[in-house]
């Protein structure tokens, strides 16, 4: 059974930093792709960032680009995102989620965690 686990979550204040982390079990993932996703409050889940689990490819919203950073740890079966300048705006409940394609699109995404809330202060 797959199963992810996600930590990291918390309150900071604008331009502080935070690291997520994904704990991933029940798969042999190096055939799969890791994706992040949030959902602020009244609106839809989109997607943050995604990579192969080799780490040879990753893909970023562009609203994220240049300040968040995907990336794994074969050894410890885990998933980080870390996201540096954090702005208001990035306030929401952040899920990971694994897949067979680097896509943005969660409907590709078959397994999901239960999500971490990240809360920004101005």
């Known amino acids: 059974q797959v199963q992810l686990v996600e930590s990291g979550g918390g309150l900071v204040q604008a331009g502080d930093s935070l690291r997520l982390s994904c704990a991933a079990s029940?798969?042999?993932?190096?055939?799969?792709?890791m994706g992040w996703f949030r959902q602020a409050p009244g609106k839809e889940r989109e997607f943050v960032a995604a990579?192969?689990?080799?780490?040879?490819?990753?893909n970023y919203a562009d609203y994220v680009k240049g300040r968040f950073t995907i990336s794994t740890d074969n050894a410890k079966r885990t998933v980080y995102l870390q996201m540096n300048s954090l702005k208001p705006e990035d306030t929401a409940v952040y899920y990971c989620?694994?897949?067979?394609?680097?896509?943005?699109?969660?409907?590709?995404?078959?397994?999901w965690g239960q999500g971490t809330q990240v809360t920004v202060s101005s």
């Open positions: 029940g798969r042999t993932f190096s055939n799969y792709v």
């Open positions: 990579i192969t689990w080799a780490g040879g490819s990753a």
């Open positions: 989620a694994t897949g067979s394609h680097l896509t943005p699109r969660e409907r590709l995404y078959d397994y």
